[in-house]
């Protein structure tokens, strides 16, 4: 997948970084109680890339691929060890995401101590939903968003409940990544997160964001 930044710079991601564990609300829904004291920072490949109208395979070796609707940020510039007042310079745009987890595979990993990307990095994975400039943001703080399926209504949020900002997690990331023009970063979801079906028909909104829209098919084998 290519991005073509608002100032007409084409770029290919180089890194999907997620956030996890970023709404209390979803914490605790997900069994948890204690929240975190620094971002939790996952990758995807880039191959988990989708376009809006594309599709989220369910692998055939998964039962259980939930939704998460999430706010990316789009890096514009590069930088390593970015002050969080500065961070937002380097945000060229935003967007919608989804993050889909084979949660039966996640699980398992999780019960043996193991690494859990193949639960998190299969191909569809990472639905991205058309940019929109920062410059268009006027607080990337107060922007509610949603997720429906087939209609219905199934996540609903605002940014405004996230445990860490998206000048928090950016200045976070480049300590630990340099970040690059096109690196996404999928901030986390609220609650409500759930099940998905082959036939499915997935939207996300969100204040001021291009609408994102996904079908679900299951594996052809």
């Given at each position: 997948m290519t991005l073509t930044l608002p100032d007409g710079t084409t770029?290919?991601?180089?890194?999907?970084?997620?956030?996890?564990?970023?709404?209390?609300?979803?914490?605790?829904?997900?069994?948890?109680?204690?929240?975190?004291?620094?971002p939790v920072v996952f990758l995807k490949p880039t191959s988990a890339l989708v376009s809006s109208g594309g599709a989220v395979v369910i692998p055939a070796m998964s039962d259980n691929v939930p939704h998460e609707v999430e706010v990316v940020v789009v890096i514009g510039?590069?930088?390593k060890h970015?002050?969080?007042?500065?961070?937002?310079?380097?945000v060229a745009a935003y967007a919608l995401g989804l993050d889909m987890t084979a949660r039966d595979i996640q699980a398992t990993a999780k019960a043996k101590k193991a690494p859990w990307s193949v639960a998190k990095g299969?191909?569809?994975?990472?639905?991205?939903?058309?940019?929109?400039?920062a410059s268009a943001i006027a607080d990337p703080q107060a922007l509610d968003l949603a997720l429906s399926i087939n209609g219905e209504a199934r996540q609903a949020g605002t940014t405004a409940h996230?445990?860490?900002?998206?000048?928090?997690?950016?200045?976070?990331?480049?300590?630990?990544?340099?970040?690059?023009?096109g690196d996404l970063i999928y901030t986390g979801t609220p609650e409500g997160v759930g099940q998905v079906h082959p036939g499915d028909m997935l939207e996300a909104t969100a204040t001021g964001l291009q609408p994102l829209h996904v079908a679900v098919e299951a594996e052809a084998v």
């Open positions: 770029v290919r991601p180089g890194k999907v970084l997620c956030i996890g564990r970023n709404y209390a609300a979803h914490v605790r829904e997900m069994g948890g109680s204690d929240l975190p004291e620094a510039r590069g930088g970015i002050a969080e007042a500065d961070a937002l310079d380097y299969f191909d569809t994975f990472a639905p991205l939903g058309p940019l929109t400039p996230m445990i860490f900002s998206v000048a928090q997690i950016v200045a976070y990331c480049s300590r630990v990544f340099t970040l690059e023009p």
